[in-house]
């Protein structure tokens, strides 16, 4: 039988062998300190559950044995293991099973994290039946042809496997599964329209939303910067399928999907505070275990950094390589692991350590408020499409601007007929998006009619737009052609993404 590894997707035969010796339950193959623990767990569930233990000398191997093991995932496959051995178990019926799960003392087989990857894992190995905690059965059925077999406890999943009528008691300790509220419904009370005037800015979310553009806003405090990533994932149209699989399956191994919600259908909004380190950005962790981080997290979502310039050296520039790539590779002396992370990168700033609301109370010199904004790089800002500085509303936008502005659900409309313009000109590439589109296919498959190009080429010269940045622009005007209806980019497209590009107004 097999055991699934959480983070890594590796299979694990458990194997028991009882023999004459010392009585105990011994562990081999490089289990960790909760591993061990399994031993006091498995003896205690095994008697709680009406069977006898083997007052005898207990081996149980976890194959391969070179690979390190860690956490309460193999109980249930230990605990079946030792009754196939002391034939309390039809051994044929463990045969081929991969199971799952943490034991309770009393016997019930708790949730566990990273449930859907171990069962993708086990599925791609050629196994068609999984044994899963009861609370995970609907994440584990989400992986298509595969027989889940879902136990709340370890004496009804004996039942099963003995061909015999489950137990009476079988539901009366679980916990009642309640559907958790999906990532759009604690949204539900954020609309654009909440936001007063910021037209431009309101403007630039569309772009970012259609394009999946990276969007960075500065401003003094109480201008709206907050407020308008908010809402920015209400622009956003449901995940396709796959990519909702793939966002829950990177919940799942993080431990943060919600009960009861075993798949993400809407886009994730992950919003680190500032004193968050590097390895809490890209991931990290000890050994081989590693874990993903704020910017897998927010995988095919919003990842939002508000008070940017207050992170600590290095964590901004850590999510270079995964703004190029989508995906963060970690590297460790014991193996490298590799997590998706294609997200769209939302960045605010104020423009002095000072914060002043009114530029006149600012008591910031020039040259501090230079070497405030230099914290955030300029690699990582070239690498940022749309560049906006805000301004406090007016009175009269303030009073008057809730008749006239636009709803989540109007923009959202737009953003969608975009989309699916992107789409079909996409169709025969492997990206889903503008922002996806790598430069070389960019200048070569799309590239905008010379006269269209003039006022990138000017930049060019001036030497004020580099070659990284060449290609933002492109994919931004491609996005702003895309919501206007048009079937190429026109000059006064490519203006607008020079202009919010280089955070200058037109």
């Not at 230990?78 to 178990?89: D, K, N, Q, S, Y």
Request: hydrophobic share 40%.
């Amino acid at each position: 039988m097999g055991g699934g590894s959480k983070p890594l997707g590796h299979l694990t035969d458990v194997e028991a062998a009882i023999t004459s010796g010392v009585p105990g339950l011994h562990l081999v193959g490089l289990p960790d300190a909760a591993l061990n623990e399994a031993r006091d767990r498995v003896r205690a569930a095994i008697f709680n559950s009406g069977e006898d233990w083997p007052n005898r000398h207990v081996t149980v191997s976890l194959f391969p044995a070179s690979l390190p093991k860690r956490g309460s995932i193999f109980d249930l496959s230990i605990a079946i293991a030792l009754l196939a051995a002391a034939e309390a178990v039809p051994p044929k019926a463990c045969a081929g099973l991969v199971m799952i799960g943490e034991l309770g003392l009393d016997g019930r087989i708790r949730a566990i994290p990273g449930v859907l990857p171990a069962v993708v894992a086990a599925a791609n190995a050629g196994y068609t039946s999984v044994v899963v905690p009861q609370a995970n059965s609907a994440e584990a059925e989400l992986v298509p042809d595969l027989k889940v077999i879902a136990a709340a406890s370890l004496r009804s999943l004996l039942c099963h496997l003995r061909d015999e009528p489950p137990p009476v008691e079988e539901d009366d300790d679980a916990p009642p599964l309640r559907p958790a509220p999906d990532s759009a419904d604690r949204r539900s009370g954020l609309d654009l329209s909440d936001v007063r005037g910021q037209a431009e800015a309101r403007r630039a979310l569309e772009i970012s939303a259609a394009g999946g553009h990276h969007l960075f806003f500065s401003g003094p405090p109480g201008c709206g910067k907050t407020m308008l990533a908010e809402r920015l994932p209400t622009l956003l149209p449901p995940l396709e399928p796959d990519a909702a699989l793939e966002v829950t399956a990177i919940h799942s191994v993080a431990g943060t999907l919600p009960p009861g919600q075993p798949l993400i259908t809407r886009s994730p909004f992950c919003a680190p505070h500032h004193t968050a380190t590097r390895a809490a950005m890209v991931g990290g962790g000890a050994g081989r275990v590693i874990q993903p981080g704020a910017a897998s997290l927010a995988h095919r979502g919003i990842l939002f950094l508000d008070e940017a310039p207050e992170y600590m050296g290095g964590v901004l520039d850590a999510l270079r390589q995964p703004l190029e790539e989508g995906e963060v590779r970690i590297a460790r002396s014991e193996g490298t692991a590799c997590f998706p992370a294609r997200f769209t990168l939302v960045l605010a700033a104020n423009p002095c350590p000072c914060a002043a609301a009114k530029e006149v109370d600012c008591s910031c010199a020039p040259a501090i408020r230079r070497r405030y904004l230099a914290r955030i790089s300029g690699p990582l800002l070239d690498r940022i499409d749309l560049k906006l500085e805000l301004h406090p509303a007016t009175r009269a936008e303030l009073r008057y601007d809730l008749e006239f502005a636009e709803s989540s659900d109007v923009v959202a409309e737009r953003v969608l007929t975009a989309r699916d313009r992107t789409a079909k000109r996409l169709a025969e590439t492997p990206w889903r998006s503008n922002a996806e589109i790598p430069g070389p296919e960019l200048r070569r498959r799309f590239t905008p009619p010379p006269e269209a190009m003039r006022a990138a080429d000017d930049a060019l010269m001036r030497g004020t737009l580099s070659a990284r940045g060449l290609d933002r622009v492109l994919r931004v005007a491609w996005t702003i052609a895309d919501l206007a209806g048009r079937d190429q980019p026109s000059e006064d497209d490519v203006g607008g993404a020079l202009a919010l590009w280089t955070g200058r107004r037109p």
